[in-house]
């Protein structure tokens, strides 16, 4: 069955725990972290100091999804922050497989991000090193954008890389995904669904948790 997870990014920044709290009511696992600083995308959001704040507050998965240049520098601060998955982008990261293997020698998960034109094939190498794959279905940087039609084949051709590669993987979607669209990215593959302001901008975040939930199971 997939899985929601609720992105930070949406939230009410005055009142985080609680809409933690929400999110934990409609019976989500997952929070999505999206880290940003302003260079690898244009726009700035927070970063480990934060997470680890909440890391106290909640037993959330904390799914850290890094849109920052050089990774690298930055894995041991999201790891002490309480990380448990973190996403690096294929693009961001000049070794990646190096990146890749310091994120799992600290007994965290590690996940690989592609941009809405990079494709699948770029990860053959790396293939057998992941847990994730997250699809961009918009570009990075900002809350609220459309989801990119073409990317439901671009989900159908990493489901069956996954397959054929490495059957454990999770593939991740992330991006314009809202109550009208959220079946047909299930349909084409994806086993966890971030969404951000379908949930959060919600009247009531709670009951609009559970009924992501009631059109994916």
Partial sequence: MAKIAPSLLSADFANLEGEIRKIEAGGAEYLH?????????????????????????????FDVHLMIEKPERYIENFVKAGADIITIHQEASLHLHRTIQEIKSHGVKAGVSLNPATPIESLKYVIDDIDLI??????????GQSFIPTMIEKIKETRSFIDKHNPQIILEVDGGIKLDNVQEIVKAGADLIVVGSAIFGADDVVERTKEFYNLIV
């Fill in 134 to 143: 997250l699809i961009m279905s918009v570009n990075p940087g900002f809350g």
């Fill in 33 to 61: 972290l999206d880290v940003m600083d302003g260079n690898y995308v244009p726009n700035i959001s927070f970063g480990a100091p934060v997470i680890a704040k909440l890391r106290d507050k909640t037993d959330l998965i």
